[in-house]
């Protein structure tokens, strides 16, 4: 599925759209909107901060990430082989595992999706998404069409969300103000790990990165292009989780409780009416196949240090990624307690892999003469030991699941 280096100019901003999109809109899944419903009604308009917080700190990750894997030309598991001989592969294990448990969850999204929408069976309706998914990866310039079908989808679902937030009138100066001085700024820690982790963790850390090495836009000569880009997709996500804040807590401060089975669902439900559940189908449909597709290519980026013949076979292995994950859904019905350990195991991958990419690039032999900014260093660093104390946490927790 890999481009040719020597893009034109037109070829060169497609792809760069591309990468941004892949990033941005994969990040946009099913369980995007639930933890963004959820932790709205529970934190109300201070929630605000913690987005604000998770913006700043999305954007030094990428920055870092983004900027690494270009001036190197290399994957993210090449680079931290390099650094640590071994860490690549680690890494590949678990961005692999991590994906199968996140695409078990998307596949299962847009069967329900497709549910809402026409009533569907979504065990039907997930066999439905996975064949369309498998034909965008069987046409013949495969990384274009995934790049036109996640912009496409991802317009549609930032337009549905816009027009439910309109609809539930929310405080927005009430959340604006929050979103500077919060009442309790002590209590949104953990939201915002989590909110970090779930923007930029896993292989939605690599997304972009990857897309931009298959395109070929690598070395320092595209620093400035890919800066640009980098900033612009975790903005993208940004302005989509707002929306979705505001649609809630305009919900919520009206004095509606959300279904706790689908508080997303509820969000639309009452800004809608009826016909909102089928609108939210469409989101969630839209944010569920644009997830699976990110999932995939991504995650098989990440084979390719493991056998020299999966790259040149490689849509054959995203199809592949895609049965299997469909297979175990409709096989098992849901993600048992295995899928759940290797989805919490890919949370070690941010702070793994970052601190990985941080070292590399104060190595000549992998950046040659490239200087990174000290300041992304810093906040990269920091960055890292917060997610590690976000990791104990999640283990903690992951602990007792596996123990109920």
């Known amino acids: 599925?890999?481009?040719?280096?020597?893009?034109?100019?037109?070829?060169?901003?497609?792809?760069?759209?591309?990468?941004?999109?892949?990033?941005?809109?994969?990040?946009?899944?099913?369980?995007?909107?639930?933890?963004?419903?959820?932790?709205?009604?529970?934190?109300?308009?201070?929630f605000a901060f913690a987005i604000l917080v998770s913006v700043l700190i999305d954007i030094a990750v990428q920055l870092n990430v983004w900027r690494i894997i270009s001036v190197s030309r290399l994957r993210g598991q090449d680079i931290a082989n390099r650094v640590f001989p071994g860490a690549g592969h680690l890494i590949a294990v678990l961005i692999v595992l991590g994906g199968v448990a996140f695409n078990i969850g998307n596949i299962a999204g847009a069967g329900l999706g497709l549910n809402a929408m026409f009533?569907?069976?979504?065990?039907?309706?997930?066999?439905?998404?996975?064949?369309?998914?498998?034909?965008?990866?069987?046409?013949?310039?495969?990384?274009?069409?995934?790049?036109?079908?996640?912009?496409?989808?991802?317009?549609?679902?930032?337009?549905?969300?816009?027009?439910?937030?309109?609809?539930?009138?929310?405080?927005?100066?009430?959340?604006?103000?929050?979103?500077?001085?919060?009442?309790?700024?002590?209590?949104?820690?953990?939201?915002?790990v989590t909110l970090v982790g779930g923007t930029v963790g896993g292989y939605i850390t690599f997304a972009g990165g990857h897309r931009l090495v298959d395109a070929g836009i690598t070395g320092v000569e595209h620093v400035r292009d890919v800066t640009r880009i980098a900033v612009t997709g975790i903005l993208i996500t940004g302005v989509i989780r707002v929306c979705i804040f505001l649609a809630t807590l305009g919900v919520v401060t009206a004095g509606h409780l959300l279904d706790a089975s689908n508080p997303a669902a509820s969000v639309f439900g009452y800004a809608l009416g009826d016909i909102g559940y089928r609108l939210f189908g469409l989101v969630l449909f839209c944010a569920a196949l644009t997830s699976v597709i990110g999932a995939a290519y991504t995650s098989t980026t990440f084979m390719y240090s493991w056998h020299r013949l999966i790259q040149p076979y490689s849509r054959w292995a995203v199809i592949a990624f895609?049965?299997?994950?469909?297979?175990?859904?409709?096989?098992?019905?849901?993600?048992?307690?295995?899928?759940?350990?290797?989805?919490?195991?890919?949370?070690?991958?941010?702070?793994?892999?970052?601190?990985?990419?941080?070292?590399?690039?104060?190595?000549?032999?992998?950046?040659?003469?490239?200087?990174?900014?000290?300041?992304?260093?810093?906040?990269?660093?920091?960055?890292?030991?917060?997610?590690?104390?976000?990791?104990?946490?999640?283990?903690?927790?992951?602990?007792?699941?596996?123990?109920?």
């Open 322 to 404: 895609i049965v299997i994950s469909t297979a175990i859904y409709t096989g098992i019905g849901r993600p048992v307690k295995i899928l759940v350990a290797a989805g919490a195991l890919n949370a070690l991958v941010l702070p793994l892999a970052l601190a990985c990419l941080l070292v590399a690039a104060t190595r000549r032999e992998i950046v040659g003469d490239y200087r990174h900014p000290r300041w992304m260093l810093v906040i990269g660093w920091i960055t890292a030991a917060l997610m590690v104390v976000g990791v104990v946490l999640a283990f903690q927790s992951l602990m007792t699941y596996l123990q109920s």
């Open 119 to 192: 009533g569907i069976d979504p065990v039907f309706g997930s066999v439905i998404s996975a064949a369309l998914v498998i034909a965008i990866f069987l046409v013949r310039n495969a990384t274009r069409a995934m790049d036109v079908v996640i912009q496409v989808m991802g317009l549609v679902m930032l337009v549905m969300i816009i027009y439910a937030m309109l609809l539930t009138r929310p405080p927005v100066l009430e959340a604006l103000r929050q979103a500077f001085v919060p009442e309790a700024p002590w209590l949104l820690f953990l939201p915002i």
């Open 1 to 46: 599925m890999a481009e040719a280096p020597n893009l034109s100019a037109s070829g060169k901003r497609s792809a760069l759209r591309g990468a941004m999109s892949l990033m941005a809109i994969s990040a946009v899944g099913p369980a995007f909107l639930t933890q963004t419903t959820v932790f709205t009604q529970q934190y109300l308009a201070s």
